[in-house]
């Protein structure tokens, strides 16, 4: 007898990219729904909520030595106490501050037991302001990470640019982050069902990809900066060598990997194989069966240091055929 | 110099206790009364002196009392607060209930009647503690608020204030004696002492979250709980950390037996009690009661006596334990619902439970737990 999981959508962006607006846009048109907001800083617009939580953005390392495996302390008490209330939320969300590192937010969703036990990060959703963020996502690379750790990207203030500009704006996103869905926006006005309700974390719908996206565009970027690379197989997977392969990959490598998505075929199962992982946190799941027509392993990464032809070779000798 | 020990599951079992026969009797040593869940979440549980009733925070921003008498009384609401009383103790001498709320008030209740004692800009007073001196009417209050901690007197005069934390302030406990504080938090502990206010405070360091701490009774050991599903113990004599790790879960109670021989934690699927007598608890594994299967120990209460320890589990659960002998019994059985407050009365003749759910139980001892 398990409660439905109160979602929670994580909102990141530079300064004045939007995403206050975008906040109080969810919170006018959702009335007569209940949410709870946990803001870092009150900017200058205000929100328009009757909770609003002020956090502290504590970021506490777990004492296994890595830099990477971080959870927001502050986050984790205020979603256990919010949790105890009387309040029925029907959601919360959280805004970062401008210059946030997602990975520690969405990391604490996946290590705390007592978040985990009463509530689900439905999806990240990044704020980026099309007039600035070529020259901004060079100057300061937290930009670049909320870019590339986004489920859903709000291209905002389309109205300032013209057509080769929010052109550029695209390839660069596409180049940070192949897996996210960007929606383009005016004054953050995004279709609010496009935003919510997403279950991007939702291992049953890990890699309902669009298949555009999958398209391979190689437009190489120096090896230092943030890529997607997406690989894929025909050939069915051998489990015992994938995770092996994996797992090793994840342990040395996981400080670069800022998110891992699979949906894998292997070899004697009738069902796909799905999972995900945010650094060095990972989660993974028996997903729906495989339909007859096509049965494609596919794998992407997001990160730094990537090399995709080395990534390759890797994942094409974890097949039967290998 | 660690205690490494890796906890065996299997230990410390309830004898002839098989859990897939669903057989989840009551001890016949524990009268059980049990009140309808309330619906709303439980906070914490403090029993009044004179044992007479138990008060319960909720979530509800409502605060409950029940007779302790087994009448078949049902929870009176005492009071409703303005905001949600997130933490509560004792107040001095044991006479009223001293909470803290997440609207930034530090209030006390006694009988119905709630006072203010102190109030911040609306940051969450999450940590409080009492210490009451001999004389049984005078004593001190702490309150933390994010990095902040104040200790009042009696009086309501603040002792000291101090927010050099590096982060929010997660556990507090005094010194036995009274003399110092402990104030837990990200990378270790700070130790304040009380009577000398040109002492500098001690900082214990070990790295990662503190989430509690506990003074031992005897002031030797200071013991924090850590998000990294493990403990931290120092000897207080010459501040030698020690490692309590291997749990499955992280640790969200600590508790010290009343002699200060054993502190008991939750986070494993046992009650399990750490040896501190003499150096502390190196090289040991520690002692183990009351497996329950798919169950972790979230509540831990030592008996105010005994080498008896309490626990209230993840599916609702309670077992009584004796910590040497390593003996169980089940003092409720399970409701489905996480228990999240657990207290003895003074006399150790009743233990209250309450679980997620907001239903209470009473469990009433019929003879003596240790012979
Ligand atoms: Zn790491
Ligand atoms: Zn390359």
New interface residues.
């Given amino acids: ?1 398990e409660a439905a999981k109160v979602p929670v959508t994580l909102i990141t962006g530079y300064l004045g990219a939007g995403k206050t607006t975008l906040l109080n846009r969810i919170l006018t048109e959702q009335h007569g729904k209940k949410y709870a907001v946990i803001v870092n800083e009150f900017g200058e617009e205000g929100i328009d909520n009757e909770l609003v939580v ?1 956090a ?1 953005e ?1 970021i ?5 030595g890595c830099i990477c495996c971080t ?1 927001r ?2 986050l ?2 205020i979603i256990s ?1 919010l ?4 309040d029925a939320f029907d959601g919360m969300i959280i805004e970062t501050t401008g210059l946030a590192d997602p990975a520690p937010v969405v990391q604490t969703f996946f290590v ?3 978040v985990q036990a009463k509530v689900s990060l439905d999806a990240v959703v990044t704020v980026v302001d099309a007039c600035h963020f070529l020259d901004a996502v060079d100057e300061e690379h937290e930009l670049a990470e909320q870019v590339a750790f986004a489920d859903i990207i709000l291209l905002n203030k389309t109205d300032l640019v013209d057509a080769d500009k929010l052109n550029a704006v695209k390839a660069k996103i596409t180049g940070l982050n192949k897996m996210a869905k960007i929606i383009e926006t005016v004054n953050s006005g995004a279709p609010i069902e496009e935003v919510l309700d997403r279950g991007a974390f939702d291992l049953s719908r890990v890699l309902e990809f669009e298949p555009g996206l999958l398209d391979e565009e190689d437009d190489h970027e120096h090896d230092e900066d943030i890529i997607s690379v997406s690989l894929t197989t025909d050939t069915p997977i051998e489990p015992e060598k994938f995770s092996n392969w994996i797992r090793g990959f994840i342990m040395e490598r996981g400080v670069d990997v800022l998110r891992t998505k699979g949906i894998l075929n292997l070899s004697g199962q009738d069902n796909r194989y799905v999972f995900q992982g945010v650094h060095m946190v990972m989660d993974s799941a028996w997903g729906a069966p495989w339909d007859s027509a096509s049965r494609s392993s596919r794998l992407v990464f997001i990160g730094r240091n990537l090399d995709e032809t080395e990534l390759n070779s890797a994942f094409q000798a974890c097949t039967v055929a290998a | 110099m660690t205690a490494d020990a890796l906890i065996n599951p299997q230990a410390g079992g309830v004898p002839g206790f098989n859990p897939d026969a669903g057989a989840r009797l009551v001890s016949p040593a524990v009268g059980l009364s049990e009140t309808p869940a309330v619906g709303a979440h439980p906070t914490f549980v403090v029993i009044e002196p004179g044992q007479a009733r138990a008060v319960i925070g909720f979530g509800d921003k409502r605060l409950r009392g029940l007779s302790l008498a087994l009448d078949g009384a049902q929870p009176q609401v005492v009071a409703d607060v303005d905001a949600t009383p997130i933490a509560g103790v004792a107040d001095i001498g044991g006479k009223g209930v001293l909470i803290g709320t997440d609207g930034g008030t530090l209030l006390r209740l006694d009988g119905s009647d709630v006072t203010t004692l102190a109030s911040t800009d609306g940051a969450w007073i999450g940590q409080i503690a009492v210490h009451t001196d001999k004389s049984g009417e005078a004593g001190l209050r702490a309150f933390a608020a994010g990095k902040s901690m104040t200790v009042l007197d009696g009086e309501g005069s603040v002792v000291l204030t101090s927010d050099d934390h590096p982060s929010t302030v997660a556990g507090l406990s005094f010194s036995p004696d009274g003399t110092k504080i402990a104030a837990a938090h990200y990378d270790g502990v700070t130790v304040y002492t009380l009577t000398d206010a040109k002492q500098k405070p001690v900082r214990l360091d070990w790295h990662g979250s503190h989430t509690a701490v506990a003074w031992s009774p005897n002031g030797k050991f200071i013991v924090t709980a850590m998000q990294d599903k493990e403990m931290h113990c120092w000897r207080w004599k010459d501040k030698t950390g020690m490692r309590m790790s291997g749990y499955p879960s992280k640790i969200r109670a600590l508790t010290w037996t009343a002699d200060g021989g054993y502190v008991a934690a939750s986070g494993a699927d046992t009650v399990t009690s750490w040896d501190c007598s003499g150096k502390g608890p190196s090289g040991k594994p520690p002692l183990e009661f009351g497996y329950v299967y798919n169950g972790i120990v979230m509540q831990v209460a030592a008996h105010p006596t005994d080498g008896v320890v309490a626990g209230g589990y993840s599916d609702g659960t309670v077992m009584i334990g004796t910590v040497e002998q390593e003996t169980a019994m089940i003092a409720r059985p399970s409701s489905g619902s996480a228990i999240s407050g657990l207290a003895w009365t003074a006399d150790g003749t009743t233990l209250v439970a309450a679980d997620e759910q907001g239903a209470i139980a009473v469990m009433r001892m019929k003879e003596a737990l240790v012979s």
């Fill in positions: 007898m002020d502290d504590e506490f390392e777990m004492n296994n959870v302390g502050d984790i008490r106490t949790m105890k209330r009387a705390d037991e007592d």
